[in-house]
């Protein structure tokens, strides 16, 4: 396990950036070139070799910020999520998945393994019970989605280890709703870690990317067939991200703290029946993200009371945007029931525990009091309304 030598802020500003040997300016060039010299040249370059100067000055990064040897960038975060069980998942393997998943990777899962030969098995809960006994014999990968969407259920890292390492398994996370500044898996000794870097990574709900870290020798396996599926991300991209990346710590502890005091003012609040969020006492899993996790993200869910109706309230927002994906500076908010989970019958969504009411509220960088104060105009529009 390595440690962290310098502060994630450094890590954020500084780790991998590209030398400007020209004119010794202070920003990584951007070089945009997919032909490169191949002769007397030690590294063959080509964007989808993902070695570019500016692929790996990213790759760098990222593999700073989750203590690994080495990552790699994608171009959305279902290539690497892809990429990465295809490397390991071969006909006649068994991977053990976790119940809720993102419904990109549930899709994934469902509508092409079988075309693959490998098998699955999504557990029924979060307790070690519910893996162990997912277990087969040719089982070769765990998976795991934690926090989870959109309930912010935790599954305890140190537990999936012991039961992996007992049986000689890889164990594969999506760690994006966490994001590298609140979760570093690995060093739970968790072998890959992945990442949607369109989240918040990216932040600004205008780049889509994908990320994974792990050590050198799982890296050379991803990249084994990376390079043939072809999911790299193209160089502006890359550089756009790197530039957002510089002040990821700055606002995912922003969002932490405006989450934390939005959760809190929620679950306090009368027409508000229920908050999930992982920094509340009052979450199951409290205590395990606490023992895992420095901060508790920007993300949270909660049902209003049965007698106001969810859409009513979202279309009376004014300053929170009713739209999908997350994790940028600006606060956003949607149905699940409507969105992500529409897929699912609503039998299985209740089951899920996501009820029509159910709103996931992913919170941006405002003044905490702006938001406050426009969800308290929209709960009084709608009740005022619906009381005439
Ligand atoms: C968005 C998301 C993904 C997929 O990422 P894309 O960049 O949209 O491909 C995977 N996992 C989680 C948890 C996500 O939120």
């Known amino acids: 396990m390595k440690s962290k030598k310098i502060g994630v802020n450094t890590i954020c500003t500084h780790v ?6 020209q004119f010794q300016g202070a920003i990584s060039p951007l070089f945009m070139s997919s032909s490169y010299q191949y002769d007397g040249v030690d590294v063959k370059r080509y964007p989808r ?23 790699l960038i994608f171009g959305s975060g279902m290539a690497a999520v892809s990429t990465t069980m295809l490397a390991f998942l071969h006909k006649g393997d068994h991977v053990v998945l976790q119940k809720t998943l993102y419904g990109g ?24 019970n519910d893996f162990t006994s997912a277990i087969q014999d040719n089982t070769k990968v765990i998976f795991i989605e934690t926090p989870s969407n959109p309930l912010m259920l935790i599954t305890d890292l140190e537990m999936i280890t012991s039961i992996a390492k007992d049986r000689g398994l890889i164990t594969m996370i999506d760690n994006t709703f966490a994001s590298p500044i609140n979760q570093n898996p690995i060093d739970f000794g968790i072998d ?15 780049i889509c990317a994908g990320a994974v870290a792990a050590s050198q020798e799982h890296i050379d396996t991803i990249w084994n067939i990376a390079k043939n599926l072809g999911g790299s991300l193209s160089d502006h991209t890359i ?69 106001i109706n969810a859409n009513d309230f979202m279309k009376a927002l004014k300053l929170i945007k009713q739209s999908m ?15 992500s989970h529409a897929l699912l019958s609503a039998e299985e969504r209740k089951k899920q525990g996501i009820s029509d009411g159910l709103l996931r509220f992913s919170v941006g960088i405002e003044e905490p009091k702006d938001l406050i104060e426009d969800i308290e105009q929209a709960l009084a529009s709608v009740v005022k309304k619906e009381l005439v």
């Open 16 to 21: 991998g950036e590209v030398k400007d040997t």
């Open 49 to 71: 070799y993902f070695n570019t100067p500016n692929q790996e000055a990213l790759c760098k990064k990222v593999a700073a910020l989750e203590n690994a040897e080495a990552g």
């Open 105 to 128: 990777t549930y899709n994934f899962v469902v509508e092409e393994f079988h075309k693959f030969g490998i098998e699955y098995t999504f557990t029924n809960g979060f307790s070690r």
């Open 192 to 206: 890959i870690c992945i990442h949607s870097a369109t989240k918040y990574m990216g932040g600004h709900s205008d």
């Open 239 to 307: 550089w756009l991200l790197e530039r957002s990346m510089k002040t990821m710590a700055l606002r995912v502890k922003a969002q932490n703290k405006n989450a934390k005091k939005l959760a809190k003012w929620l679950d306090a609040h009368d027409l508000i029946q229920k908050v999930y969020y992982p920094g509340l006492k009052n979450h199951p899993d409290h205590n395990v993200a606490k023992k895992q996790m420095r901060g508790y993200t920007g993300m949270l869910s909660f049902e209003l009371i049965e007698s």
């Open 325 to 339: 994906s997350l994790a940028g500076v600006e606060s956003t908010i949607l149905s699940p029931a409507e969105t």
